[in-house]
């Protein structure tokens, strides 16, 4: 069985940096796509970041240029790095995969984490 670990949340300022991790544990034989996605209080969920095959990497407009997302295939773990956190940052954080455990492809949910922008 596979389950999405995530960690690195917490309480910065304005300006501050924080790194997400998200570690898939189990039988993970290979990774299609992995994401961040976040979701602020009654607002929709939204994607953040991506990366596709291990190599496309993708980011919402609203992040790009201050988040930076990448993937340890030896550890089946994504990371994202986010530098000058703005306030309208804050949200649960959520990763995402999309990977073969055996012959089963299937999606999966990290249970979120909380990421607070606030002077």
């Known amino acids: 069985q596979v389950q999405l670990v995530e960690s690195g949340g917490g309480l910065v300022q304005p300006g501050e940096s924080l790194r997400l991790s998200c570690a898939a544990s189990?039988?993970?034989?290979?990774?299609?796509?992995m994401a961040w996605y976040r979701q602020a209080p009654g607002k929709e969920r939204e994607l953040v970041a991506s990366?596709?095959?291990?190599?496309?990497?993708d980011y919402a407009d609203s992040v790009k240029g201050r988040f930076t997302i990448s993937i340890d295939n030896t550890k089946n773990t994504v990371y994202l790095q986010m530098n000058s956190l703005k306030p309208e940052d804050t949200a649960v954080y959520y990763c995402?995969?999309?990977?073969?455990?055996?012959?089963?492809?299937?999606?999966?949910w990290g249970q979120g984490t909380q990421v607070t922008v606030s002077s």
């Open positions: 189990g039988t993970v034989s290979s990774v299609n796509f």
């Open positions: 990366v596709t095959a291990g190599v496309r990497l």
């Open positions: 995402n995969a999309e990977l073969w455990s055996g012959d089963l492809l299937s999606d999966y």
